[in-house]
C-alpha cells in the first residue's frame, strides 16, 4: 500500500480555552459574593419559580436551598403573604425596575411584610 498524502487540520484553541476559564472565574466571583452577604439574593422564572437563593435567604426560610429550588411562593408561605410577594414580582416584571420586599420574622412565627418599589 502506498500513501499518496496526509492531511493535517490543527486549531489553535488558546483564545476559546481562556473565555471558558474567564467565564468560570466571573461564576466563581459571583457566587462567592452572592453566598457572602447577609442579605437575601434569589433569582425566579416567569412562573415565580426559584431557580436560585443564597444560603441567607434560605436561612430565613428555615429551609435548605435545595428545599427552595423549583418551588413557588405558594409553596413556602401562607396564601396572603404569597400573594403579596407575587404582587411585588409583578409589579417588578411590568415595570421593569426591582421592587423590594422586607419580609420580617415575628416572636409568634409569623411573618411581616413591607413592599417597596
Do not use: W
Amino acid at each position: 500500500m502506498v500513501v499518496a498524502g496526509i492531511i493535517v487540520n490543527a486549531r489553535d484553541v488558546t483564545e476559546r480555552r481562556q473565555a471558558e476559564d474567564e467565564l468560570v472565574r466571573s461564576h466563581h466571583l459571583l457566587e462567592a459574593i452572592i453566598e457572602g452577604t447577609t442579605d437575601t439574593i434569589f433569582v425566579k422564572d416567569v412562573d415565580g419559580r426559584y431557580l436560585m437563593i443564597n444560603a441567607a435567604g434560605a436561612s430565613l426560610l428555615g429551609r435548605e436551598k435545595r428545599e427552595v429550588i423549583g418551588k413557588t411562593d405558594h409553596d413556602l408561605f401562607r396564601a396572603e403573604l404569597a400573594a403579596r410577594i407575587t404582587e411585588a414580582d409583578s409589579r417588578a416584571i411590568t415595570s421593569g425596575r426591582p421592587c423590594h420586599v422586607r419580609v420580617v420574622g415575628r416572636r409568634d412565627g409569623r411573618f411581616q411584610t413591607h413592599l417597596k418599589g
